[in-house]
């Protein structure tokens, strides 16, 4: 793992996060791979998320699957090297071109992407599995809890 200099942010904590897992996978995908899968679990993990904002605490154990194999795919494709610009453009583009793809193949693609992200998890550390799960569990808490009240 490699040390965040100054203040450990989330994105310093991401960047190091499942490095063992990128350098054991092979092939290793691209990152419009990577932004594909990203854009398909959000793609999937969207009418999951208004559910879950509307009351429905059936659809939780689902969504916090769903965020957590996206975060680790991010994670992964942040350690090798990808940055938020880039990020940003590639899952734009991406969630572009699956508007256009047949249901089956979407579907198909979201399904193998969780599987992804959920290899890549099994396959992190301790550490490396905190991280993604702590992060995952706040953000469906915090679309579960709605909008702050002031």
Partial sequence: MTFCRARPTMACLLSSLLATTALAAEPTPSHEHRAACVAALTTQAEPLAARLKNGDRSVEAELLKLTQSGFAI???????????PEADQLLETAKKAQKSMPAPALSQL?????????????DANALERFLVTSAAERRVKR??????KR
Avoid at 74 to 84: E, N, P, S, T
Avoid at 111 to 121: I, N, Y
């Fill in 74 to 84: 991010i994670g992964i494709a942040y350690q090798d090297g990808l940055r938020k």
């Fill in 110 to 122: 979201q399904a193998s992407c969780q599987l992804e992200g959920a290899q890549v998890l099994a």
């Fill in 143 to 148: 679309i579960a809890d709605g909008p702050k």
